[in-house]
C-alpha cells in the first residue's frame, strides 16, 4: 500500500523487453535504499512494481503484460522521469489516501494554464472509470495523490500547487500527456458491495451498477 505523496523523482536507466513482457532499471536519484529488500514494493508513476535486483543507485523490476495493458509503463524510455515512492509502512503518516498501485487505466491531459501560484489541468479517463470520480474525491495521477476539483462526464479538474509541480513529474505534462489513473479503492469496494447476491452474477459483475439495477433494488 502507498501514499500517493511522492518520495522522489527518479529515472529509466534501461528498459528491456521480455519474451512479451518488460525489465526495468530505475535509478532513484536521492532516495534511501537502506530499508528495502529484494520482494518489496516501489511504486513508480502509481504501479506497484516488485524489486527483484538492488544494483546500489536503484533497482529492476518485472512488469506483466497486464500491467503494461492498463498502464504507462509500455511507453517509458530511457532517460524519462517517474516519480517513486516507497511502500507505506505501519508506522508512516497517511498524507494523502489509501493507494494500492493497481493502475485501472490511462488518461490524457486535456488542457493546462495557470490558476494563480497553481497549474490547474483537465484530464479525460476513460469512459469505464467516469463512475468513481467525484467531486472533492481522490484521485491517484501517476502516483500523486489528489483532490478533484470538478468532474464533468468522463473529463475532470485538478489545481496543483507549486509544491506538488516541483517535486513530481506533472510539471512536464502537456495535452496530450497520458497518465496513470487508480480511482479511490472505497469507491471500488462499495459499488461490490451494492450488488450484493448479484456479484456471483457474471452478467451483473461485469456491468457493475447501472440505474436500472438501483431502481430494482429500491433506489430512488
Excluded at 505523496?5 to 527518479?10: D, R, S
Excluded at 523490476?61 to 530511457?78: C, G, H, I, M
Excluded at 497518465?179 to 469496494?189: C, H, Q, S
Amino acid at each position: 500500500m502507498f501514499t500517493g505523496i511522492v518520495q522522489t523523482v527518479g529515472r529509466i536507466v534501461s528498459s528491456m523487453p521480455r519474451e512479451g513482457d518488460l525489465r526495468l532499471r530505475i535509478a532513484t536519484a536521492g532516495l534511501d535504499l537502506g530499508d528495502v529488500a529484494l520482494g518489496d514494493s516501489i511504486a513508480t508513476n502509481g504501479v506497484c512494481l516488485t524489486v527483484v535486483e538492488l544494483p546500489g543507485d536503484g533497482f529492476w523490476a518485472d512488469v506483466s503484460r497486464e500491467t503494461l495493458q492498463y498502464s504507462t509503463l509500455n511507453s517509458l524510455k530511457p532517460g524519462q522521469i517517474v516519480n517513486l515512492e516507497k511502500a507505506l509502512m505501519a508506522s508512516s503518516r497517511l498524507g494523502g489516501h489509501i493507494v494500492s498501485g493497481h493502475v485501472d487505466g490511462v488518461g490524457q491531459v486535456i488542457s493546462r494554464c495557470e490558476d494563480a501560484r497553481s497549474q490547474r489541468f483537465s484530464i479525460e479517463a476513460p469512459s469505464v472509470l467516469a463512475k468513481y470520480i467525484a467531486h472533492k474525491g481522490s484521485i491517484c495521477v501517476d502516483g500523486v495523490s489528489l483532490t478533484v476539483n470538478a468532474v464533468k462526464g468522463a473529463v475532470f479538474e485538478l489545481n496543483i500547487v507549486p509544491h506538488t509541480v516541483k517535486e513530481t513529474i506533472i510539471d512536464s505534462y502537456q495535452p496530450g500527456s497520458s497518465v496513470n489513473l487508480e480511482v479511490d479503492v472505497i469507491a471500488r469496494y462499495l459499488e461490490r458491495l451494492l450488488l450484493g447476491d448479484k456479484a456471483a452474477d457474471s452478467e451483473s459483475s461485469d456491468a457493475g451498477l447501472s440505474m436500472a439495477f438501483l431502481a430494482e433494488h429500491g433506489f430512488r
